[in-house]
């Protein structure tokens, strides 16, 4: 899915309470003063909806709604020239923490907001089905933090609207667009924490990377050289500022 970048941000968050209870769907325009609510579900509602059965990395079954079809529901209450500004998703749990996914790999991947361990309802939770881990795995994106429980609030807003600093201020290169796009979309779900960010450009420079227990993008020669083009375009502008 083609990578699009709008200088304002778009938000649309769904709002998950920690026990098994109801989904309020809402967005909010940039200036605007308060959330607009798109849709209410209450826990009846969601159990109602197109259910999915899976299993996970421990063989565990898991029942919930495609993520992807919840989202839609509310996108489709939208108008179509904003929808088109939504290309990320923020999950974000009641301890602070959160995971950030594309929108196309939630597309793509059958993502779950599971709401049932075998007869265990509740919490909701993100979970991606074992038959999913590996093509998420070879995509190059950090499946392994695809997982959050529990969920507290779901945004989706738009990857220039969260990560505008990491932008080409001068974007007539190709190149150094490609590279901007292969980085924020497979690198900075990892590189932005414990000030791992700093180390991207030795890491591209280098082409080796640490390591680690995470997704590792299977970068060929050209996303390398994009890569390249991206940080040098971008230590040149910031080295003017």
């Not at 919930?64 to 998703?89: C, F, H, N, Y």
């Not at 000030?195 to 020669?221: A, C, W, Y």
Request: aromatic content about 10%; some cysteine; charged content about 20%.
């Amino acid at each position: 899915m083609p990578m699009k970048f709008f200088s304002k941000s778009l938000v649309l968050v769904v709002f998950c309470s920690p026990a098994w209870a109801g989904v309020s769907l809402v967005w909010k325009e940039p200036g605007a003063p308060q959330f607009q609510t798109l849709k209410n579900w209450q826990d009846s509602d969601i159990s109602a909806l197109k259910s999915k059965s899976y299993q996970d990395s421990t063989n565990s079954n898991w029942n919930g709604v495609l993520l992807s079809d919840l989202i839609q529901k509310g996108l489709d209450a939208m108008p179509t020239e904003k929808r088109a500004t939504v290309d990320l998703v923020l999950v974000h749990s009641g301890t602070g923490e959160k995971i950030l996914i594309p929108r196309y790999a939630i597309v793509k991947y059958p993502i779950l907001l599971a709401y049932k361990k075998g007869q265990k309802e509740g919490p909701f939770r993100i979970l991606v089905p074992s038959q999913a881990v590996e093509k998420i795995s070879k995509a190059g994106l950090p499946v392994e933090k695809f997982h959050l429980s529990p969920v507290s609030q779901i945004e989706l807003s738009n990857y220039q609207g969260t990560f505008g600093t990491y932008f080409l201020k001068r974007r007539t290169d190709p190149a150094a667009m490609r590279g901007e796009k292969l980085f924020v979309q497979n690198c900075l779900a990892c590189h932005l924490e414990g000030g791992r960010g700093q180390k991207s450009q030795q890491i591209v420079m280098d082409r080796k990377h640490p390591l680690t227990t995470t997704s590792m993008p299977s970068f060929n020669e050209r996303d390398w050289r994009a890569l390249a083009s991206y940080f040098q375009a971008y230590l040149s502008e910031v080295n003017k500022k």
